[in-house]
Antibody, heavy 116, light 106 residues
Framework: EVQLVESGGGLVQPGSSLKLSCVASGFTFSSYNMHWIRQAPKKGLEWIALIYYDSSKKYYADSVKGRFTISRDSSKNTLYLEMNSLRSEDTAMYYC?????????WGQGVMVTVSP | DIQMTQSPPVLSASVGDRVTLSCKASQNINKNLDWYQQKHGETPKLLIYYTNNLQTGIPSRFSGSGSGTDYTLTISSLQPEDVATYYCYQYNSGYTFGAGTKLELK
């Protein structure tokens, strides 16, 4: 059974840092490009970051560029998102997703709330 | 950056209706477009990839079409379980979701 399990979310103050993890199982993690996608409360989906299957390329949305860093450890089947200088507008559910010609696999999401 | 405009924002239809959802890109995206379905309280699900390819396990009443800047998701006969928000997503240049179309039952 395919699983993507996110963790590391929580309530933090503006300006703080947080690191999300996404542990993959049930598929060949090292063959998939991996993304982070977020969804603010009652809002639509926003793509925020991509890392290629071999970590050779990384891309970011303008809204997070310079503040967020995507990485992966294929030996641990784990995707990461390091988030710095968090703002209230970063409050959202954060999903990891596996891309092999479409986002075939999604995690259940982890909530990040940025509030004083 | 490519902008994706979905219309209508909300669509009310009856069971059995043929439903058409639109997604328009701000520039040619060369069919590099997927459709996702998100039911209330659930994670999104891939329906259609590369404009018109039905994902495994998705009912055949769903279909996609389009080219250039204009793309369409069609449900041939609406079922109650199709109530959801539908998002288009382009990956031709950068990566962008549309704002979604919320599909309701009339």
């Amino acid at each position: 059974e395919v699983q993507l399990v996110e963790s590391g979310g929580g309530l933090v103050q503006p300006g703080s840092s947080l690191k999300l993890s996404c542990v993959a199982s049930g598929f060949t993690f090292s063959s998939y490009n991996m993304h982070w996608i977020r969804q603010a409360p009652k809002k639509g989906l926003e793509w925020i970051a991509l890392i290629y299957y071999d970590s050779s390329k990384k891309y970011y949305a303008d809204s997070v560029k310079g503040r967020f860093t995507i990485s992966r450890d294929s030996s641990k089947n784990t995707l990461y998102l390091e988030m710095n200088s968090l703002r209230s507008e970063d409050t959202a559910m954060y999903y990891c997703a596996g891309d092999y010609g479409g986002f075939h696999y999604w995690g259940q999401g982890v909530m990040v709330t940025v509030s004083p | 950056d490519i902008q994706m405009t979905q219309s209508p924002p909300v669509l009310s239809a009856s069971v059995g209706d043929r439903v058409t959802l639109s997604c328009k890109a701000s520039q040619n995206i060369n069919k590099n477009l997927d459709w996702y379905q998100q039911k209330h309280g659930e994670t999104p699900k891939l329906l259609i990839y590369y404009t018109n390819n039905l994902q495994t396990g998705i009912p055949s009443r769903f279909s996609g079409s389009g080219s250039g800047t204009d793309y369409t998701l069609t449900i041939s006969s609406l079922q109650p379980e199709d109530v959801a928000t539908y998002y288009c997503y382009q990956y031709n240049s950068g990566y962008t979701f549309g704002a979604g179309t919320k599909l309701e039952l009339k």
